[in-house]
Nanobody, 123 residues
Framework: QVQLVESGGGLVQPGGSLLLSCAAS????????MGWYRQTAGNQRELVTR???????NYTDSVKGRFTISIDNAKKVVTLQMKSLKPEDTGVYYC?????????????????WGRGTPVTVSS
């Protein structure tokens, strides 16, 4: 069983910063990539940023220059440093991992999701 646990969400004023963290655990053989998605009420979950284990990252246009994703392959932790936060950054942030793992005596590859951590940017 592979699990992702997010932390670091909360309430912050516009212009402030937050650091989100996501730790993967379980019978993981290999992490292929990890990422952060954001969902607001009534909308679909959208990709914010994604990073592969060789450090190659991409960002949605609205967060470029403000958000930075990083990955610690040994610890299986991905972090998202968010700066200059705006009210439109508000939402539930979900971590996901593209990973290869043991399950039921077989090797499987799947996308695993965390439960999400809320971020509210408001004065």
């Amino acid at each position: 069983q592979v699990q992702l646990v997010e932390s670091g969400g909360g309430l912050v004023q516009p212009g402030g910063s937050l650091l989100l963290s996501c730790a993967a655990s379980g019978n993981i053989l290999h992490l292929n990539a990890m990422g952060w998605y954001r969902q607001t009420a009534g909308n679909q979950r959208e990709l914010v940023t994604r990073i592969t284990t060789d450090g190659s990252a991409n960002y949605t246009d609205s967060v470029k220059g403000r958000f930075t994703i990083s990955i610690d392959n040994a610890k299986k932790v991905v972090t998202l440093q968010m700066k200059s936060l705006k009210p439109e950054d508000t939402g539930v942030y979900y971590c996901n991992a593209d990973c290869t793992f043991w399950s039921d005596h077989t090797i499987q590859r799947d996308i695993i999701w965390g439960r999400g951590t809320p971020v509210t940017v408001s004065s």
